[in-house]
């Protein structure tokens, strides 16, 4: 089976891009609540870390072992549709702290976002650092 991504115009480009700009004021608001209304419940992040489920990024957020400053997109993104699925890939850089110690990162992210209910929810965040 071939999926072809279509657009569905620059309307749900910039729903999209709203969805994950107010997911990223919730993260750096720090509201665990907030942050995991934009995840779908079986929502994961791949990263040089490994695989991290929703649960276990929200129990870090809600103890305050992980808190985040600063978080921007940079450059123009990238989206593909494929039926209610939207892949969308951007660079993000980001300052937040885990467990006291400071980091800042700058990184291409590609999340998965399925149109259900009448609104985008993440499914899975992979992370890739740049290199500079």
Known sequence: ?????????STVDDQLLAVLDEWQVAIVANDADRIGSYMADEWIMVS???????????AFVRSGDLTHSAMQRVGDPRIRYHGELA???????????FQGVRFDADEWTT?????????????LTQITATKI
Do not use: K, Q
Not at 1 to 9: E, L, N, Q, R
Not at 48 to 58: C, D, K, M, P, S
Not at 87 to 97: M, Y
């Open 1 to 9: 089976m071939t999926t072809t991504p279509t657009s569905p115009g």
């Open 87 to 97: 892949l969308l890939t951007t660079r993000i850089t980001n300052t937040a702290h």
């Open 48 to 58: 040089e870390n490994g695989i991290t489920t929703a649960e276990r990024f929200l």
């Open 111 to 123: 999340d998965a976002f399925i149109h259900v209910d009448g609104r985008w929810r993440c499914l």
